[in-house]
């Protein structure tokens, strides 16, 4: 009865979030606001597209000693989330109880159901989650293609692998390196405040750190110290929340210049927030995301690939993640592995 | 024909970096620039509204992240005698521009003084500082888009239907720029009900008592629609309480002054007015935007150090902002 009640409930929650998700868009002219896409007027891709066979084979080769580092947080009750944004799990289906089990062998069994927002925890961008007006990725008039369920375009059904090489930049470093590091109090390990702007300057820096040149095709992650808050949750939920460091419009158009598939942080947004420029919302999502099919990756565990980078000297790594083929959705939670 | 302003050592500096003339060292030049607070206590909030200190100087911060600035910052406490004590303090660290918030007449005079003995240029904030520019809301206008914004809702709502108007708030608090706001909301509703008569709910500085004073007048005015106008947002929170406990969302509406967080909600906040909230009684709030004095200031202190000549009086461009662009105004973080 209470878990019927709280399904019904969350059901209702459901509907009312779908229903509130479809945006009343206004027409724009697509091709004034946002870049064509590299890959063809057609691309539904995006920066995947560079994960050839040869970036493959090549990122192999950071595969020296095996260990795997993890990337991703647990995903659970009690982390940073947005707003109305929610994940909980329900055990809806179970064979436990006495006389259910199946056969004389008494197998039982369960299941869960899974009602959760899709950019909860450690998670990927797709090419559908951000635009100007009605206007996505290679200048896609999304108002012809919504429904009350997902997307006709652009959904992550359409990404390519990600088995390529991942570099991570510590900007905790380089901000200690450069004696300009404002750290939060909140924060138990060096990490950079809320508002700090992480400029181009900054990452060719921790690039340098580490003798690192980025490649076409380069998954870049970028550790902010911020993740710090994330792991103390609920304690420091709000904190959290309230604003991050992160990279500027211009090192986000930096970054597209390399030709990488994705930008992940220990942050919520990559992006630093309060923003650059007070009248311009989230403008790294709309280059990256929106003008060049570049993924971001957020909530990215980066303190342990980072100490790793920091004792091996070795700041690269095979990246080990995969999204699911789930049709029509703006992005994904995920799980990510550094091996090196 | 008047004669050019003659231009200090620091004002040519500048003069040059912003014209794009000199050497890469006038370019790189970077100001040093105070800020002397209002009040930065903890639960002090600024002009009537619900701003506080430490947001106003938070907004210096993030819009001194993009400019060639060293910001100092100083708190007065509001107390007239440590405000010159840190406008003292800013020559003595050899600022190039004091921008100043103080409310005392008397000590401005004698800050302005010390800063002219000192040659170094002022902006003031809110209050007049003799012989420097002020930046500042425009409260009367600021409450005639409130009233404008309640009068043309009874005449697309109400038309035909009894109305009364109440102004709820610290109406008779010391700060003139609440006569002012007031002023202008009776001005604002009569353009449209020049016959309108408003009444008046003292809150005494309490927003919370907003809710037992709204509740206690809707009893009386059974029958009638009501426009609102709330002096700030969180006696606009207390007063739609009220108008939801008592059941009268379908004959009031509020229009309130400052949209600060308590209106539109921070990160992970609830938010009042919200584009998916169409319906509720606050129809929207006059914004101030004094948690982003920091971005329009600044660069009037950029244009006064490069050697320009600002206006006595630059004022804030207030909006109404409600459920349709409130976004825009304040795009929320729930997005990313």
Redesign the interface.
């Given at each position: 009865m209470k878990i019927a009640g709280l399904a019904a409930l969350t059901g209702m929650s459901v509907l009312s979030l779908l229903a509130?998700a479809v945006p009343a868009f206004a027409e724009a002219d697509c091709k004034a606001v946002v870049a064509p896409s590299p890959f063809g007027p057609d691309d539904q891709t995006g920066a995947t597209n560079r994960v050839t066979a040869a970036v493959t084979k090549a990122a192999a080769a950071e595969i020296q000693t095996g260990v795997v580092t993890p990337m991703a947080y647990p995903l659970v009750d009690g982390i940073p989330?947005?707003?109305?944004?929610f994940s909980k799990t329900i055990l809806s289906s179970f064979a436990t109880m006495p006389g259910a089990e199946f056969g004389k062998n008494k197998l039982s069994y369960m299941e869960d159901t899974y009602l959760s927002q899709s950019?909860v925890g450690t998670h990927i961008?797709g090419l559908g989650h951000i635009g100007i007006q009605d206007c996505y990725y290679n200048q896609t008039p999304m108002g012809k293609y919504v429904t009350q369920n997902n997307l006709k375009r652009l959904g992550i059904e359409n990404l390519k692998s990600f088995a390529t090489r991942g570099v991570i930049i510590d900007a905790v470093k380089v901000f200690q390196a450069a004696n300009k590091l404002k750290a939060n109090p909140a924060c138990k390990r060096p990490c950079l405040d809320a508002?700090t702007?992480i400029t181009q300057a900054d990452l060719e820096a921790g690039l340098k750190m580490y003798n690192v040149t980025l490649r076409e095709g380069d998954a870049v992650f970028i550790n902010t110290g911020w993740g710090d808050l994330f792991e103390q949750y609920p304690a420091q939920?709000?904190a959290y929340?309230?604003?991050e460091p992160g990279i500027t419009a211009a090192a986000a158009q930096w970054l597209a210049s390399q030709k990488v598939i994705l930008v992940g942080s220990d942050t919520?947004?990559v992006e630093v927030?309060?923003g650059?420029d007070?009248d311009i919302?989230?403008p790294v999502?709309k280059t990256l995301l929106t003008d060049n099919g570049i993924h971001i990756i957020?909530n990215v565990r980066t303190q342990l690939i980072a100490d790793a980078a920091a004792n091996s000297k070795r700041a690269t790594f095979f990246l080990s993640m995969t999204v699911p083929k789930a049709v029509g959705l703006t992005g994904t939670f995920i799980n990510i592995e550094a091996i090196q | 024909m008047g004669s050019r302003p003659r231009l200090n050592r620091r004002q040519f500096l500048a003069g040059l970096a912003a014209f794009g003339f000199g050497p890469a060292r006038a370019e790189t030049r970077r100001f040093r620039i105070a800020l002397a607070d209002f009040d930065e206590t903890p639960g002090v909030t600024l002009e009537g509204l619900g701003f506080t200190g430490a947001q106003l100087r938070r907004s210096f911060e993030l819009a001194a992240r993009s400019l060639p600035v060293e910001m100092i910052y100083f708190d007065n406490a509001g107390d007239p005698t440590r405000a010159i004590g840190n406008a003292e303090a800013a020559i003595a660290a050899g600022i190039d521009l004091l921008i100043e918030y103080c409310a005392d007449r008397e000590a401005n005079a004698e800050i302005a003084h010390r800063l002219s003995t000192a040659g170094i240029p002022a902006l003031a904030l809110v209050y007049p500082l003799p012989g420097a520019p002020v930046y500042g809301p425009d409260n009367r206008a600021a409450g005639r888009i409130a009233g404008q914004a309640l009068g043309k809702f009874a005449v697309e709502n109400w038309s035909g239907e009894q109305v009364v108007g109440v102004v709820i708030g610290d109406i008779a608090g010391p700060n003139p720029a609440i006569n002012e706001r007031v002023q202008g909301i009776t001005d604002g509703v009569h353009e449209a009900l020049p016959t309108l008569q408003l009444a008046s709910l003292d809150t005494g500085g309490q927003a919370v008592r907003a809710d037992a004073l709204l509740t206690k007048f809707l009893q009386t005015q059974r029958g009638q629609r009501l426009l609102i106008a709330t002096l700030d947002d969180l006696a606009a929170v207390y007063a739609k309480n009220a108008i939801e406990m008592n059941r009268r969302q379908s004959d009031c509406i509020i229009v309130s002054q400052g949209l600060d967080q308590n209106i539109h909600g921070g990160a992970s906040e609830k938010k009042e007015i919200d584009p998916n909230n169409r319906g509720s009684v606050v129809l929207g709030s006059v914004a101030y935007y004094m948690d982003r004095y920091g971005y329009e200031i600044l660069p009037l202190a950029m244009r006064l150090l490069a050697g320009e000549k600002l206006p006595e009086h630059t004022v804030t461009q207030h909006l109404l902002v409600t459920a349709s662009n409130v976004f825009r105004e304040y795009p929320p973080f729930d997005m990313n």
């Open positions: 509130s989330l947005f707003g109305s944004r950019h961008d508002g702007m939920n709000t929340n309230g604003g919520w947004a927030i309060p650059e007070k919302a989230f999502h957020e | -």
